[in-house]
């Protein structure tokens, strides 16, 4: 069994900073991709930024630039540094990992965390 346990979400004002952590535990051989998403109220959910296993990054347009994407591998951690944020980026954030168990392949996701920005 595999877990994603999220935390860091909050009340932020426009061009503050938020710092967003996603921790796995359980029967883990290895991490391939982590990711982040966001769901906006009304809006589809879409992928924020990715890092590998070898600890290339990619983001969304709308956000290179302001959030960058890490990982600790010892801890099997992955975090999301964001900074200027903007009413925009108000969503649910939800960490997603690509997990080599003992046994299997799993992709596995969090719960999601709250950030709203706002004055």
């Known amino acids: 069994q595999v877990q994603l346990v999220e935390s860091g979400g909050g009340l932020v004002q426009p061009g503050g900073s938020l710092r967003l952590s996603c921790a796995a535990s359980?029967?883990?051989?290895?991490?391939?991709?982590m990711d982040w998403y966001r769901q906006a109220p009304g809006k589809e959910r879409e992928l924020v930024a990715r890092?590998?296993?070898?600890?290339?990054?990619n983001y969304a347009d709308s956000v290179k630039g302001r959030f960058t994407i890490s990982r600790d591998n010892y801890k099997n951690t992955v975090y999301l540094q964001m900074n200027s944020l903007k009413p925009e980026d108000t969503a649910l954030y939800y960490c997603?990992?690509?997990?080599?168990?003992?046994?299997?392949?799993?992709?596995?996701w969090g719960q999601g965390t709250l950030v709203t920005v706002s004055s």
């Open positions: 997603k990992m690509a997990v080599w168990t003992t046994t299997v392949y799993l992709t596995i």
């Open positions: 359980g029967s883990i051989s290895s991490i391939n991709t």
């Open positions: 890092i590998t296993s070898g600890g290339d990054t």
